[in-house]
């Protein structure tokens, strides 16, 4: 049994980049991703705004290096794209070296074609291109990325609505550490499409000004579209290898609110239990989070249920937060994985990405979410969240990374984190007392983050991704 | 090693499966002693009677997943109570709640679908959206039983269910929890039936379904059904069989492989082909896809007892759930019933290990297998 489980790769595509690179630079530029509707006629556009990927289906197409494929959904595409950058972001040529899965996430499967089917098919059930729809499943655009990628061994797909793709990770680490798979590939796709867009919209939870997480005059969420997928692998398959490591997937848990099929309880326990469960898998308190990217969503229902969960859990030590939906909207089923790849970014580059469109605090809520870019420079301070010494001067985290020395040296008290228990998990760097990073200047102070993933069905999943001392 | 053990039941098919009145077990009572032979090229499950699992107020707004699941799932965890030797009426909450469909709620996607191409995106009511989600069934069951614990969907074509099975076997393992309830759903509908018959999947004309295995014609019949199972890390005297594992694999390059896979599983659990008291396959009608099977039952296993399933439930995504729901009965009963035989024979006795092997249009392959407790 692998004890833990590392994350050595990452691939991306969202409204605010079409690989790690490009959203990274948006994220730092504080460039969110949210505008018109283009991809598909609906009486909604220039009414309610989305957060698109910025690609054609033909130009994802060419980019597969398939370009003859003609069936392809967009999830399918939008999956096949990151899952290939994460593949090659953690280094690996030979899928038949070590016992290799694929789990994904999807809400929607190949909507986008069935809604073009159903159109000529309701007027005469002769009708219809079939190629529309026989794509249509769930599990179409997984094996899509499977035979993308080569990958045979093992391969499934979840689908729990928004929190979808967290479950995705939950699920590959729980197989790397029963030894059933050695590597797995893990995240989710979801496509924009009317289906959603309309659903949503009869819910009246669509925010027409763009989404405004965890504002008192928020309207509602805004919906993208992406994909995002981690690269997951055993101890030692890690150790074999030499392989670098971006993060450990140090904590996780699901819970159900069994409260309402939409709607979250007033008091979040789904989501308290499972924030809960997550850090108590890491070993950690509560106060060694060093940050929370939250759910978010800007629903007035979602951000109060939620709010209230993390104050319920974490007291008067509330880590600082923020909901990075305002850049890349609600990407659904692909969701909990664009934001754990945020997290790694945060965690690389330690800098908070700040929430956007925030300006007034929740009146329910003493808690509010950081909303300047936080270079993380400077140990963190419990009641500091998020107004650290920034400045244009300090970016000298974009050019971070496993190479950068500044990262290497996190000082002598900061060994042993990957060879002991869970009981040395990192309490260095978090609270008021710990001032022994001061000095450094390049502490890495960030190095717990817990992500949220709430969805329909009363489905709430949480992980904790942990820095690790070879970073 | 963890011990898995199946300690309940609930499964709603086109057959009486549900069990008899008040019966405990519930599910051991007449076991396909009356199977149903429908003039069809589609099989629909028999309402179990639904107000007897779901408060009526909630049966108005569940599409017939929802409904299926649901009781599938109370039904299981009544028999539960009463494998695990507990009074009557206890409600027993389990720790985990894991779900398999290969299409979800396909009912309610399609009905906003219409509706929003034929409203032209205006005037749309939001219920059957809600309720479109792939994880309705298990967030329902969730809900009417107030369980907080783990929630899981799984929509993963001709192996959705063994997914879910994976899932439950690993957590049991890691000991995250000591009790799953795990199941698998799928529901037919006019629509989809319409679409995959375009497909060419299905028997063009109705047949006799239980003379499946003797209709020559290209396709197979459609099918539905939700079947759920009470998994625990503990044996109770009145255990239905021990769950010993579950394997899936995408399509193998050769016959060669494939048999490649199923002696590394037997050989994963320490068995012999010799070992296997039944074989239960996925066997279909369609003359094509059929013939792996017959050269399986006619090579390696030709001294096994081989079985089949679908003449009773149809072909769907989530069948392997009714195969399931059949070895362990095979187990807890001690007979193998004559109309899932393959070949007639006289009873045996002693059945130890039954073998599921079936594979979804070619594409989805799996192993499950049961043991006797």
Known sequence: MSKRVYITGIGIICAIGNNVEETLQSLMAERSGIGEITLFDTIHRGVIPMAEVKLSNKALLEATGHPGQKNLTRTALLGMTAAKEALKNAGITDLHQYKTGLISATTVGGMDRSEVFFETFLADPRQGKMIDIVNHDCGDSTERIASHLGISDFVTTISTACSSSVNAIMAGSNLIKTGQLDRVVVGGTDSVTRFTLNGFNTLMILDKTGCHPFDENRAGLTLGEGAAFLVLESEDVVAKEH????????????????????????????????????????????????????????????????????????????????????????????????????????????????????????????????????????????????????????????????????????????????????????????????????????????????????????????????????? | MTNIYINGLGNVSPQKTTGNDGACP??????????????????????????????????????????????????????????????????????????????????????????????????????????????????????LLNCHGYNFTYVHRGISFESALIDAMTQLQLGEFSNVLVGGSDELTANSFAITSR??????????????????????????????????????????????????????????????????FLESHGLKVGDISLLILGLNGDPQSDHIYHQLADSDFKDTLCGYYKHLCGEYHTSPAFAMWLGAMVIKNQVVPEVTMVKIRPQATGYEHVLIYNNFRGNNHSFILLSRP
């Open chain 1, 243 to 471: 392989k670098p490591v971006l993060a450990e997937v140090s904590g996780y848990g699901n819970a159900n609110d069994a409260f309402h099929q939409t709607a979250s309880s007033p008091d979040g326990k789904g989501a308290f239990l499972a924030m809960s469960k997550a850090v108590a898998m890491s070993g950690l308190q509560p106060r060694d989070i060093s940050y929370i990217n939250v759910h978010g969503t800007g629903t007035q229902n979602n951000d109060l249920s939620e709010g209230t969960a993390i104050e319920r859990l974490f007291g008067d030590h509330v880590p600082p937060f923020s909901s990075t939906k305002g850049y890349t909207g609600h990407t659904l089923g692909a969701a909990g994985a664009v934001e754990a790849v945020i997290s790694i970014l945060t965690l690389r580059h330690q800098v908070i990405f700040p929430n956007l469109n925030f300006s007034t605090p929740m009146k329910e809520l003493r808690i509010k979410p950081v909303t300047i870019v936080d270079t993380g420079h400077a140990p963190y301070r419990p009641d500091d969240t998020g107004h650290m010494d920034t400045g244009p001067d300090d970016t000298g985290h974009m050019d971070t990374g496993p190479d950068d020395p500044g990262h290497m040296d996190t000082g002598p008290d900061d060994t042993g984190h990957m060879d002991t228990g869970p009981d040395n998990t990192g309490h260095m760097d978090t609270g008021p007392d710990d001032t022994g990073h001061m000095d450094t200047g390049h502490a890495p102070y960030l190095r717990h983050i817990l992500s949220n993933s709430f969805g329909f069905g009363g489905n709430n999943s949480s992980i904790v991704l942990s820095k690790t001392i070879d970073q």
């Open chain 2, 26 to 143: 519930v599910a051991t009572t007449g076991f396909l002693t009356n199977p149903i032979s429908y003039e069809t090229n589609q099989l629909k499950c028999i309402d179990p009677g639904y107000k007897d699992f779901i408060p009526a107020e909630m049966i108005r707004r569940m599409s017939r997943i929802i409904r299926m699941g649901v009781a599938s799932a109370k039904l299981c965890l009544r028999d539960a109570v009463c494998i695990l030797n507990q009074d009557e009426g206890t409600e027993i909450t389990p720790q985990a709640i894991i779900t398999g469909s290969g299409l979800g709620c396909i009912e309610d996607t399609e009905k906003f679908l219409a509706s929003m191409i034929r409203n032209r995106e205006e005037f749309l009511t939001p219920t059957s959206f809600i309720q479109s989600t792939h994880n309705t069934v298990a967030g329902q069951i969730a809900l």
């Open chain 2, 199 to 264: 497909f060419g999947l299905w028997k063009q004309k109705p047949i006799q379904s239980l003379d499946l295995l003797k209709d020559n014609n290209r396709g197979t019949i459609a099918g539905e059904g939700s079947s759920f199972f009470f998994l625990e890390n503990q044996k109770h005297a009145q255990s239905y069989a021990r769950f010993s594992g579950v394997s899936t694999f995408l399509k193998p390059a050769s016959d060669v492989e494939l048999r490649s896979k199923l002696y590394d």
